[in-house]
């Protein structure tokens, strides 16, 4: 069996970031004010290096981590799938219904999303589900993803993929 070579690429840059709002929810009666941070995101790829020297393009990987950021920027993210909170859409506005409150979004500025809780650890799973599932990634002889999402310098959440021999979808 010829021996195989693997590579981790690691892509970290600047421009891989998003601004958003949102608020954390803590239990069916608690949550954090609304409030933003600037979040940033790295993304580690262990892939076989070809015959050309090569694992895989990486600058087409960085092109998608920049197209997965900017769907997420300038936009105040709900959490679709919370057990504490209900979405109601109505009038171009998108109401928060928690613990008593109905608290007011423009539909075009808030973006839910289909997670349990905006936080760290959510957005990393679901930016990783979504990197996973573009076709441009189809081909690659990848072995493991890890994605991050950070909030503010020294704090991240990843989330890991490992192949069990099938395509990244």
Not at 91 to 118: K, Q, S, T, Y
Not at 129 to 134: C, K, N, S, T
Not at 139 to 147: P, S
Request: some cysteine.
């Amino acid at each position: 069996m010829p021996e195989t070579n693997l590579t981790r690429i690691d892509i970290s840059k600047e421009y891989l970031n998003f601004s958003a709002g949102h608020f954390t929810i803590f239990s069916a009666t608690e949550r954090e004010n609304l409030h933003g941070h600037n979040f940033h995101v790295r993304c580690s790829v262990s892939a076989e290096v070809g015959a050309d020297g090569m694992a895989f393009d990486y600058v087409l990987l960085k092109r998608v981590l920049k197209d997965l950021c900017d769907t997420l920027d300038e936009r105040v993210l709900l959490p679709e799938h919370s057990p504490h909170l209900r979405l109601e859409r109505e009038g171009g506005l998108v109401w928060a219904l928690f613990g008593g409150e109905r608290i007011p979004f423009l539909e075009r500025d808030c973006l839910p999303l289909p997670v349990r809780n905006v936080t760290i650890e959510e957005l990393a799973a679901l930016l990783l589900g979504r990197l996973r599932e573009r076709p441009e990634l189809n081909g690659w002889a990848v072995r493991a993803i890890e994605l991050g999402v950070s909030s503010g310098a020294g704090q991240w959440a990843f989330s890991h993929w490992t192949s069990s021999g099938k395509e990244l979808a």
